[in-house]
């Protein structure tokens, strides 16, 4: 059932794509205010953390709606004359995109349910997030630089994507006009 050549991306894929960067190049820098953040401004930082947690709360839940739309809608066609070298460069892209964008939040997670400092993950400051393990300093102690290896791989995958659009529509691609408007 799924459709490799639509004319465009639906206006769901278009809106869930931009969303889903600002979020992530919005939540990136604020990972690294909410650490800066000191001790004595506490409920600054208690609040800036909750808003990380909930803003990659989002960004998984977004991820899964654009792969189950992508499932039923397909992606359009490729640019026209597209070489095949990039195509197939952009695929890969792609997929390790999709990848860091379930993978950093999922680290995130972790992350704080491992951490020594045992601080609830509300929702929206509303839903408590159970966390599923338990304080371990050795795995807080992994996952946290691992988590901000893969969140900076995110950002720079993005960014890298992002210029590589902007270049392809300098020289006359029709790709970002079609990801910003529509077929």
């Given at each position: 059932?799924?459709?490799?050549?639509?004319?465009?991306?639906?206006?769901?894929?278009?809106?869930?794509?931009?969303?889903?960067?600002?979020?992530?190049?919005?939540?990136?820098?604020?990972?690294?205010?909410?650490?800066?953040v000191p001790l004595q401004a506490l409920f600054a930082?208690?609040?800036?953390?909750?808003?990380?947690?909930?803003?990659?709360?989002?960004?998984?839940?977004?991820?899964?709606?654009?792969?189950?739309?992508?499932a039923v809608r397909g992606r359009p066609a490729w640019e026209r004359g597209l070489p095949d070298w990039q195509r197939r460069c952009a695929a890969a892209a792609h997929?390790?995109?999709?990848?860091?964008?379930?993978?950093?939040?999922?680290?995130?997670?972790?992350?704080?349910?491992?951490?020594?400092?045992?601080?609830?993950?509300?929702?929206?400051?509303?839903?408590?997030?159970?966390?599923?393990?338990?304080?371990?300093?050795h795995w807080f102690a992994v996952l946290r630089p691992v988590h901000l290896a893969a969140a900076v791989l995110l950002v720079g995958l993005a960014g890298g994507h992002a210029a590589m659009a902007v270049a392809h529509h300098v020289r006359g691609g029709d790709t970002l006009a079609r990801m910003w408007r529509g077929a």
């Open positions: 059932m799924r459709n490799e050549r639509a004319e465009g991306w639906s206006r769901q894929q278009r809106r869930l794509h931009w969303w889903m960067a600002g979020l992530i190049f919005g939540t990136f820098p604020l990972g690294f205010v909410m650490v800066a930082k208690f609040l800036l953390y909750q808003l990380h947690k909930t803003i990659g709360i989002v960004v998984l839940l977004l991820v899964a709606a654009r792969l189950g739309l992508r997929a390790l995109l999709y990848g860091l964008m379930i993978a950093t939040p999922v680290l995130g997670y972790l992350t704080a349910a491992t951490a020594p400092a045992q601080v609830p993950t509300l929702y929206l400051l509303l839903v408590n997030i159970p966390h599923v393990v338990g304080v371990d300093a």
